[in-house]
């Protein structure tokens, strides 16, 4: 495999330092920084870490590689094996290659429809009823030493910790903390892990332990399937989607916005929150396939076989005995796209271990860097995290997709993970800033007050009548919705389109 480093880039003074900074993981020509522009209230997703500037430059850097993208489309050229010539240039410039010039559009972000879209899973409405985002048994809890933060939203979850720690099925939110706090929370910590359960000890920020917020890589020199004229950047483009939970689900949602066919792939025995489903299966399919038994498999090699894009989201090598490691599948399918997304990282003794937004928060020092004036540790005021990876893991696709056409050919090999953002929020974001300087809303200046309300929207579906969040990504002349709701979780045939 061919390693790719990515390019540096010295962004004018007027651009987003995180805009930029993204902007130039992702690889992006820096000449289209200034397209994008931000407005609406700035009193919105406070806290002593810079939360609302993560998530407005992750959505930004999303819209701007959506609005890279439709330019080339809306040139006709796509731009296949013999049509790179233009080059990365070219499109920096705002013109497609092989057709007519298509400008790239401008991204103007609305900073209420980023922090809406960031707790859209706190919007969702099903029927009027809103749905729980923690069980009771998930949380932080005080032990002999310290805190832990426990993950037990999924039935398997909440087994496995009870069996770790002795408890019978039936022990209640009480019980538990009085056993929390007769051990270490390391010792808890790795008393979970063992179990396969999910627990983490609240540590301490550690300045030296930082991860990259992307990992890109070119591998070999295969042609890519031409692109032709097209209203949505990413129509017609195949998507398998092999992620859970919130990351994953949020970049493939985006995707699907975009205009791709994304088909969600499921095993039939492991359990999904289906209000969870509800909030991320937007503009998707979902379906459920069994890769150990051989008709499903051959199903699944006959989607791969004309796919495009791979997105997986489960631990580093957790599919590499399905044939699904990249490198398989790069092998196989010469040209493809593959994102990787896990939680810890992809290197580190803490690589192989399940995650989730919430333990990662507490495992890098966000928690204790959000402690109140008691110890308690303290959260982001989302999910960000999750939702800042969803937005540039689909923002990677989609740069990769026009690199691939107007630079060099081959296949792409994409990783992210939470830790990656989480490095970023806690010490790339703005390192010379003081940690406290979004502690206050109400002292930054706002163009308009924030109303999350003119940011939903309803619509029927399968699980009833949906009051939803309007997605954040948005450029001149690009979808303001999704094409379709959500269906049922795991119950659409595994065909494309």
Known sequence: MTERSMPSVDPAPSADQPTAH?????????????????????????????????????????????????????????AGAGGAAAGADATAAGTGTGGEPGAVAEVRVDQGAVATAFVSERHLQIDGRTPVSFAPLSGFWQTADGWVRTHANYPHHRVRLLTALGLPADT????????????????????????GALAVAVAPPVP??????????????????????????????????????????????????LGADVLRVDPPR????EDAHADTGFGKRSTRLDLTGPADRAVFEDLLATADVVISGYR?????????APEALLE????????????WGWTGPWAARRGFDSLVQAGAGIAATLADADGRPGVLPAQALDHGTGYLLAA???????????GRPGGRHLRFSLAGTASWLMYGIDP?????????????????PYDAALRLAETDSAYGRLRYVLPPVSYRGGPADWSRPPGRWGTDRPVWR
């Open 270 to 273: 492991l359990p999904e929150a």
């Open 396 to 406: 990677g696709v989609l740069r990769a997709l026009t690199d691939q056409r107007t």
């Open 208 to 257: 030296g332990v930082r991860h990259p917020l992307v990992e890109s890589r070119v591998v070999g020199e295969a042609p890519v399937r031409p692109l032709g004229a097209a209203a949505l950047p990413a129509d017609g483009i195949r998507v398998l989607d092999l992620t859970r939970v919130i990351a994953g689900p949020v970049a493939t949602r985006t995707l699907a916005l």
């Open 172 to 195: 209640d939110a009480d019980r538990l903390g009085r056993t929390l706090r007769e051990h270490p929370a390391e010792w808890i910590q790795e008393r979970a892990y063992e179990a």
């Open 22 to 78: 993204a902007w130039a993981a992702l690889g992006g020509p820096p000449g289209l920084l200034d397209r994008v522009s931000f407005h609406g209230p700035d009193t919105v997703l406070s806290s002593r870490l810079p939360v609302r500037r993560l998530a407005r430059a992750t959505v930004a850097a999303c819209s701007l590689a959506a609005a890279e993208l439709a330019a080339l489309r809306a040139g006709g050229s796509g």
């Open 332 to 343: 196989r399918r010469p040209g493809l796209v593959v994102a990787q997304l896990c939680a």
């Open 432 to 448: 010379a800033a003081p940690a406290s300087a979004e502690l206050s809303g109400a002292a930054l200046p706002s163009e308009e």
């Open 316 to 324: 580093p090598g957790a599919l590499d005995a399905f044939g699904l």
